[in-house]
């Protein structure tokens, strides 16, 4: 295995391009070393990200969104106030992340680029309505979250494409959101199923919702069906019934050792209905 | 294979190795380096033995490649102890007997050094999450909180 320490991302689009066999980038390494050690999905070229200058940087834009580079840690992302106190569950699905070892390292990126259908920080990025800039030797194109994930383990992303930040819009007020998983331990275990809703009121009214399903399909899916459920609504519990069952239904889970196909269908739909009353919440200012 | 050339700082010294691309951190700390305190459980960033402040940053140097340390700075368990004495945290647990093989015991004290020295004053909710990614298979798990408490308290008394 060749590891690359390109100083620009341009450089990085290149040595990827001219390279022959697998190759992989290095964010956090917390995928890429654990695949390396079992033999799995081993790359022949390894381009590590982080030594190109602003990757580690958070950044508030001038339209009020914030741009978040590639190689940004977990621990990063939770120590930075304004940024959780705007989007608090996008950094509670990031925090979600392993153990205080991998916070460290962990990156958003990273876990989109995997492509893990139960990425716990993915749901909470779409949810968001975040995108990643993708450079290429063709220049750099803005592309929704949701447009990466393709299945277990594969992204839209082609030989040459590489991300170089998460982007979130501006947050406004009498918006929240939130994202919640079930796992049958209390620490370090993959999501069962995971859900992340991002809501912005008007007078308590639900103005615009997203709701975002991870681990009941091969991969994160967005529930428009379910988010319509809640427009126009202020969130009581006759519609937190609907929603809940909406989201069960449109949940397409497998049946593995962590859950059968009943049961994720189920708890979906209770984690769902306590995510949107989370986000609900955080958009009235209740925390 | 061809071998690349690292020079990087371990417990305040200058070292240099050579290292395979693949080989983790960790390998190259007990098999280039000599320090064999960090352990080896799983080597896929699950269990903690292998804990290293890397660059200021509580890591699994499992999980860390070796060449990735150009120019870094790193804390290993062999640079806990002072010159003439053991770091409190190593005190206490000898004192209350908060390891059994010690297998976990490298790991689990540079993760709780790491863990005071942001905040001395966790909760044991606070210490048993900022635990939970370093497994102990003997002791249970109580004696290690307790010795982490207790630990803080007295750096917080001494304060
Ligand atoms: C003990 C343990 C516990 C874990 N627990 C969880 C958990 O609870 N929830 C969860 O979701 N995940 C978990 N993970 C998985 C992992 O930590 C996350 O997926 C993490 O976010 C990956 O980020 P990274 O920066 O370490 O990725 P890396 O390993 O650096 O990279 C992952 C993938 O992304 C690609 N990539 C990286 N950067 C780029 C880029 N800039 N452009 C294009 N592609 C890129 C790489 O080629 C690779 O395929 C766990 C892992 C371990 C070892
Ligand atoms: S050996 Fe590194 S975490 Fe287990
Ligand atoms: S003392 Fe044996 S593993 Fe912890």
């Avoid at chain 1, 994930?149 to 992204?155: I, K, M, N």
């Avoid at chain 1, 809640?230 to 889970?253: T, V």
Wanted: net charge negative; with cysteine.
């Amino acid at each position: 295995m060749q590891y690359h320490t390109p100083s620009s991302f341009s450089e990085a689009v290149t040595i990827s391009n001219s390279a022959d066999g697998l190759v992989k980038y290095l964010a956090g390494g917390t995928d890429v070393l654990v695949q390396l050690k079992i033999g799995n999905n081993s790359p022949d070229h390894l381009i590590d990200i982080k030594k190109i200058p602003g990757v580690k940087e958070i950044a508030l834009r001038e339209d009020g969104g914030w741009t978040i580079g590639a190689a940004v840690s977990g621990v990063q992302l939770t120590n930075h106030k304004k940024l959780s106190r705007e989007w608090p569950g996008l950094v509670e699905g990031m925090e979600l992340v392993g153990s205080a070892q991998i916070q460290s390292r962990a990156t958003l990126v990273g876990n989109l680029c995997n492509g893990s259908p139960a990425a716990d920080s993915v749901p909470g990025m779409i949810a968001a309505g975040a995108t990643v800039s993708v450079v290429s030797s063709s220049g750099t194109t803005e592309v929704l979250v949701e447009d990466i994930p393709v299945g277990p383990g594969l992204t839209n992303l082609g030989t040459g494409e590489i991300i170089t930040a998460v982007n979130l819009p501006k947050r406004n007020k009498h918006e929240g959101d939130a994202y919640l998983r079930f796992i049958p331990r209390t620490e370090m275990d993959i999501a069962v199923v995971g859900c992340a809703v991002n809501l912005s009121l008007e007078n308590e009214v639900i103005r615009s919702a997203k709701v975002v399903l991870g681990a009941v399909g091969p991969k994160v899916e967005v529930a428009t069906p379910a988010a319509e459920c809640l427009l126009g609504e202020n969130l009581d519990e006759n519609i937190l019934s609907i929603f809940s069952d909406k989201c069960s239904e449109l949940a397409k889970p497998i049946s593995d050792k962590r859950g059968s196909e009943e049961f994720r269908k189920e708890v979906i739909g209770v984690i769902a209905k306590r995510a949107a009353k989370k986000a609900y919440d955080r958009a009235l200012g209740n925390k | 294979m061809n071998k690349i050339h690292v020079k990087t700082n371990i417990n305040g010294d200058q070292v240099e190795f050579l290292a395979d691309s693949r080989e983790t951190l960790l390998d190259c700390l007990r098999d280039h380096v000599g320090l064999t305190g960090s352990k080896e459980g799983c080597g896929t960033g699950d269990c903690g033995a292998c804990s290293c402040i890397f660059d200021g940053e509580l890591v699994s140097s499992c999980l860390v490649l070796g060449v990735e340390a150009e120019g870094k700075s790193i804390e290993t368990i062999e640079g806990m102890a002072g010159q003439e004495d053991l770091h409190p945290l190593q005190k206490k647990f000898i004192e209350m007997a908060a390891l059994q093989c010690g297998f976990c015991t490298p790991g689990i004290l540079v993760a709780a050094k790491a863990l005071l020295e942001k905040n001395n004053n966790p909760t044991e909710t606070e210490v048993r999450y900022w635990l939970a990614g370093n497994l102990c298979r003997c002791t249970g798990y109580d004696k290690i909180i307790k010795a982490v408490m207790e630990t803080a308290k007295d750096i917080r008394e001494t304060a």
